[in-house]
């Protein structure tokens, strides 16, 4: 009987396109076989992650801003994450975006089925999403999902109502808090002051809310909230509702990430890795459930403008002797990525460039 019933549920959900439904089953009591992906997401706890002070960054103080700089590009070097503290987002702002975002997964699915995915094209989108394994077989994950484009363009659902001034709000103030991350950056690597800015004409920078709800699982070690993956962009910034669940890979090992309240993780995309020219790596992380509680957490990914061409920065190029990624428009590797869920090779493995 309990496999029929788990049948009958994932007819539904998977008809519904939400995760949310299911787990609140009273039914419920092992995952239906869609969702089967064994995982170990036992790992270990790092002493902490770098920490940067953003306060520190802007400081007047000659030397405490050279301190945080070197701090800044040991992070990204190193672990390819790390926590930023006072930044100067409200902790109002960040409470607001993960109590509206919640709101959203609230809604009716029929309010929710408005905004299925009909191409990588669209500007909002919503669902569970899946991913095609090794053996070419589909896997659902544990987790509902609400995207929207930002900006340049500013695209959000329409309930509930509160969510589109929050998010809009939460997205400008990140967006000044990358831009001078990325100019620190941009100093670690020895280029020209304002060059990251032309290059990547962050003037009318990509960026993407998404929000992300993995509900309690009966099987955590059966199923996967997000696998292994890389992010696109230049840096993601993520707030949850203080439940673990986000690990890193750092040298070969998996970690639990902890960042405390009114921190935000960030860490280093894919794009930065290409402009970069290999010095930053874009570090493959994952999302993990467990049987008790529901996580949220909320993303922002900064990247270039749509119509910019990211490559290896000129000046780095020079140095190394060669590029180590072919160019590509930014909007075209965001939308070749997320129309290419497959577990393995990512979209960044796929524009290396090989040795001879």
């Given at each position: 009987m309990a496999?029929?019933?788990?049948?009958?549920?994932?007819?539904?959900?998977?008809?519904?396109?939400?995760?949310?439904?299911l787990?609140e089953?009273?039914?419920?009591?092992?995952?239906?076989t869609?969702?089967?992906f064994?995982?170990?997401?036992?790992c270990s706890?790092?002493?902490?992650l770098?920490?940067?002070?953003?306060?520190?960054?802007?400081?007047p103080?000659?030397?405490q801003?050279?301190?945080?700089?070197?701090?800044?590009?040991?992070?990204?070097?190193?672990?390819?994450f790390?926590?930023l503290?006072?930044?100067?987002?409200p902790?109002?702002?960040?409470?607001?975006?993960?109590?509206?975002?919640?709101e959203y997964?609230?809604?009716?699915?029929?309010?929710?089925?408005?905004y299925?995915?009909?191409s990588?094209?669209?500007p909002?989108?919503?669902?569970?999403?899946?991913?095609?394994?090794?053996?070419?077989?589909?896997?659902?994950?544990?987790?509902?999902?609400?995207?929207?484009y930002?900006?340049?363009?500013?695209?959000?659902p329409h309930?509930?109502?509160n969510?589109r001034?929050?998010?809009?709000?939460?997205?400008?103030?990140?967006?000044?808090v990358a831009r001078?991350?990325?100019?620190?950056?941009?100093?670690?690597?020895g280029l020209?002051?304002?060059?990251?800015?032309?290059?990547?004409?962050l003037d009318t920078?990509?960026?993407l809310?998404?929000a992300?709800?993995?509900?309690?699982?009966?099987?955590?070690?059966?199923?996967?909230g997000?696998?292994p993956?890389?992010?696109h962009?230049?840096?993601?910034f993520?707030?949850?509702n203080?439940?673990a669940?986000?690990?890193?890979?750092?040298?070969?090992?998996?970690?639990d990430?902890?960042?405390?309240?009114n921190?935000?993780l960030v860490?280093?995309?894919?794009?930065?890795?290409?402009?970069?020219?290999?010095?930053?790596?874009?570090v493959?992380?994952?999302?993990?459930v467990?049987?008790?509680?529901?996580r949220?957490?909320?993303?922002?990914s900064?990247?270039?403008?749509p119509?910019?061409?990211?490559?290896?920065?000129?000046e780095l190029v020079e140095?190394?002797?060669?590029?180590?990624?072919?160019?590509?428009k930014?909007?075209?590797?965001?939308e070749?990525?997320?129309?290419?869920l497959r577990?393995?090779?990512?979209?960044l493995?796929?524009?290396?460039?090989q040795?001879?």
């Amino acid at each position: 009987m309990a496999a029929t019933a788990n049948s009958q549920i994932i007819s539904s959900t998977t008809e519904n396109s939400f995760v949310k439904a299911l787990a609140e089953s009273s039914t419920l009591k092992s995952i239906p076989t869609e969702f089967t992906f064994p995982n170990d997401y036992t790992c270990s706890n790092p002493n902490s992650l770098p920490t940067v002070d953003f306060s520190l960054l802007i400081s007047p103080d000659p030397d405490q801003r050279s301190k945080t700089l070197h701090e800044l590009a040991g992070a990204c070097e190193q672990w390819g994450f790390f926590v930023l503290v006072n930044h100067g987002i409200p902790e109002s702002v960040l409470k607001g975006a993960i109590s509206a975002s919640l709101e959203y997964f609230d809604l009716p699915a029929e309010e929710k089925r408005r905004y299925e995915a009909k191409s990588p094209s669209d500007p909002i989108k919503s669902g569970s999403g899946s991913v095609i394994n090794t053996n070419n077989h589909r896997i659902h994950l544990w987790r509902d999902y609400v995207k929207s484009y930002v900006h340049p363009q500013f695209h959000c659902p329409h309930q509930p109502t509160n969510l589109r001034d929050t998010v809009y709000e939460f997205s400008e103030k990140s967006r000044k808090v990358a831009r001078t991350l990325l100019q620190g950056i941009g100093e670690n690597l020895g280029l020209e002051k304002g060059y990251i800015d032309e290059a990547l004409k962050l003037d009318t920078c990509f960026q993407l809310y998404a929000a992300n709800y993995y509900p309690p699982c009966p099987q955590p070690d059966q199923a996967i909230g997000i696998p292994p993956h890389t992010d696109h962009g230049l840096l993601t910034f993520l707030i949850h509702n203080g439940v673990a669940g986000l690990q890193i890979q750092h040298n070969g090992e998996w970690f639990d990430t902890n960042s405390p309240p009114n921190s935000i993780l960030v860490n280093t995309g894919d794009h930065l890795e290409i402009f970069s020219n290999g010095r930053y790596k874009s570090v493959k992380h994952r999302a993990v459930v467990n049987t008790e509680a529901t996580r949220i957490s909320v993303v922002l990914s900064n990247g270039a403008a749509p119509d910019a061409v990211v490559g290896p920065a000129r000046e780095l190029v020079e140095r190394d002797g060669r590029a180590l990624y072919h160019s590509m428009k930014f909007i075209d590797y965001v939308e070749t990525m997320t129309s290419n869920l497959r577990m393995g090779k990512t979209s960044l493995d796929c524009i290396k460039i090989q040795d001879e």
